[in-house]
């Protein structure tokens, strides 16, 4: 295995997309790992920094990670940000089918999602999907 050059890393096909069955759904769906620009949004959606502290907004990690990683075969996704409201009233355990898949292809562990939550004294906002 060489030295790779810019042109190399910058023309690799390095973001993955698994199928994924979800039977609450009837179906299967297409998830794509999120790029270190969606990762970079993705927390600072789910963690407000605010003096003196952060909120974390538990609620929409699961269901914020699911819209961003459903696509169709052209990599467009499923789910805008306006829709997310209406994705939040889906199954969990569906939702969580997706989560997993997506948290796992996008290299986000179990423990870095707790860093979301466990790095914090502070409280979840009410500022959530669920209205």
Do not use: Y
Request: a negative charge; glycine letters at 8%.
């Amino acid at each position: 295995m060489g030295r790779l050059t810019k042109e190399e890393i910058l023309g690799a096909d390095d973001i993955e997309r698994v199928e994924v069955e979800v039977p609450q759904w009837g179906g299967t769906v297409l998830v794509q790992a999120l790029t270190a620009q969606q990762r970079g949004v993705f927390s600072n959606q789910v963690v407000d920094q605010k003096k003196g502290g952060r909120t974390i907004r538990l609620q929409d990690i699961q269901v914020r990670l699911c819209a961003i990683s459903m696509v169709d075969e052209n990599g467009r996704r499923l789910f805008s940000d306006a829709e997310m409201h209406q994705l939040a009233k889906k199954s969990s355990a569906a939702l969580q089918i997706v989560f997993e898949a997506a948290q796992r292809i996008s290299g986000l562990s179990d423990e870095q999602v707790e860093e979301f939550v466990g790095n914090s004294d502070e409280t979840q906002s009410d500022d959530s999907l669920s209205d």
